[in-house]
């Protein structure tokens, strides 16, 4: 998401201090890229079967579990209590660990927890739930379901009467004694989901009090984040994240073919997007992030308004200017489904054709992407593949200058998708590429494309939304599904 710029400049800024990883990276739980690809062919993410949910959220549970060393880790279900700090969130945004381990999700999920603790006689899988529990019991296929306020009673028991219930009580309450032996007599680890989008200056989740109330009755209890556990597991994409990538990605495509070629000369940048997004919701996605359309005049558009940190959501990204026959359009969008998003920009040119500058610009970024996409592969590093864009772009006439960002970015459950990106690329991994060329006072070009690692390459998801010059030239004289809509629109 080219407006994005902020939030991927400060991780650029952060970056430059990081020193590219040449080795491999082991991980920590058992994870099958080929085993989770074809799987992922197979899959009916309309109509997947019970069955073969319950087996894939198992799966990643049993990952996390392999993960945890010590303690245990406890994922509360939450809800959206703050406007995200730099970027795009989704009402569900720090809600998706809960959802990514159990599936549950809407009413069903609110006032919910996952109690995970690996033991050597056995891993606990617990689910609290305020929902009802047999309900909750065949859908994730979790044996261990219990009513919500069974929590603090399990958690009271394990964390206060230390001792007694690690070593005398441990027949009456299993689950409290598994936790006291877990912790031992020293330090309790407890990995807890923090807030991953969270502003000091804001009324606080209500899931901090109860973290500060696990410390005061429990001064031996040591809170750590679970992110540091759960974003390797969410980094490298499983059966079902890969086969609602590719479904978002689909529908991105069919959203793109009927919003661009509807876009013509008169028409706002508010329109364009509305007809994107009407055909995301039509086909039962939702958005990922909000889409973008802008106008880029021959002459450039106008310096942007400073958006203070915190307010980017209450900003427009698609406005009221109209488009010209000499403009380039701009999208930068993203269906959602089941929660995974896309993230596609595209340059299209309102008139049918590019002009001389348009086409050099266009020609240029669309070099630049296709090589950095060429080049993703195992082993190779976030840095490897900026420093080859950038590298190009400056050969290419110093356009680097005009590069404010870096190359892309993990996705997801996001469509900024928890990602490491100080260690080489591995099967499994999910990015979204960017290039961009915006030299002051003209138009700007600017791609972004949804790339798999594979064992030995790259599968590029989005080939098939027209980025070629012939093709989305193609594209803009397309006639839309929504013209006659249009049209009658227009006569009025």
């Given at each position: ?155 009271s028991v394990a964390m206060t009467d230390f001792r007694d219930w690690r070593i005398t009580q441990i027949r009456r309450w299993p689950l409290p004694a598994a936790l006291s032996k877990s912790w031992g007599s020293t330090n309790k680890v407890l990995h807890v989901n923090y807030p991953r989008f969270f502003r000091l200056g804001l009324p606080e989740p209500s899931r901090l009090a109860l973290f500060e109330r696990f410390k005061r009755f429990s001064p ?217 060329v915006a030299p002051p006072n003209g138009p700007r070009a600017a791609l972004e494309d949804d790339v798999l690692v594979t064992e030995d390459g790259y599968e590029w998801i989005t080939r098939s939304i027209p980025i070629e010059v012939d093709e989305v030239e193609a594209l803009a004289r397309r006639t839309s599904s929504f013209q006659p809509f249009v049209t009658k629109r227009e006569r009025r």
């Open positions: 998401m080219n407006i994005k710029s902020v939030f991927c400049f400060a991780v650029f800024t952060v970056l430059l201090a990081v020193p590219a990883v040449a080795q491999s990276v082991q991980q920590p739980f058992d994870y099958d890229f080929t085993e989770e690809y074809e799987q992922s062919l197979r899959l009916d993410v309309d109509n997947p079967g019970t069955e073969t949910m319950q087996e894939i959220f198992a799966r990643r549970r049993a990952r996390v579990l392999q993960s945890i060393t010590d303690g245990a880790m406890l994922i509360f279900s939450v809800e959206w209590v703050q406007p995200r700090r730099l970027e795009f969130q989704v009402p569900d945004s720090d809600n998706h660990d809960f959802v990514f381990l159990t599936g549950v999700d809407g009413l069903a999920s609110l006032e919910s927890a996952l109690l995970l603790l690996p033991t050597p006689e056995k891993n606990w899988e617990v689910l609290y739930t305020s929902s009802d529990v047999e309900t909750v019991r065949q859908q994730t296929g979790i044996e261990d379901v219990r009513p919500y306020a069974e929590l603090e009673k399990d958690f031996e209890m040591e809170l750590r984040d679970a992110a540091d556990i759960m974003d390797p597991v969410r980094m490298l994409q499983d059966a079902w994240g890969l086969a609602n990538l590719r479904r978002a990605a689909e529908i991105t495509e069919e959203g793109i073919l009927e919003g661009l070629s509807a876009a013509r000369p008169g028409m706002s940048e508010t329109e364009v997007m509305e007809t994107v997004d009407y055909v995301y919701r039509y086909r039962g996605a939702t958005l990922g992030f909000p889409t973008s359309v802008r106008r880029h005049p021959p002459e450039g558009r106008p310096p942007a308004p400073h958006i203070p940190e915190g307010f980017i959501q209450y900003v427009a990204r698609s406005g009221t200017d109209t488009f010209t026959p000499a403009d380039l359009l701009h999208i930068d969008t993203g269906a959602a489904f089941n929660h995974y998003s896309a993230d596609v920009q595209r340059t299209l040119p309102i008139g049918g054709t590019f002009d001389e500058q348009q086409r050099h610009l266009y020609e240029v970024t669309l070099s630049v992407q296709k090589a950095v996409i060429e080049s993703v592969r195992p082993g190779v590093t976030w840095w490897d593949l900026h420093n080859l864009a950038n590298d190009m772009l400056r050969e290419a006439g110093g356009y680097d200058e005009y590069w404010t960002y870096g190359i892309g970015h993990f996705i997801g459950m996001e469509v900024h998708d928890e990602g490491d990106y100080t260690q080489p690329l591995q099967p499994g991994m999910v990015l979204a590429i960017e290039q961009g």
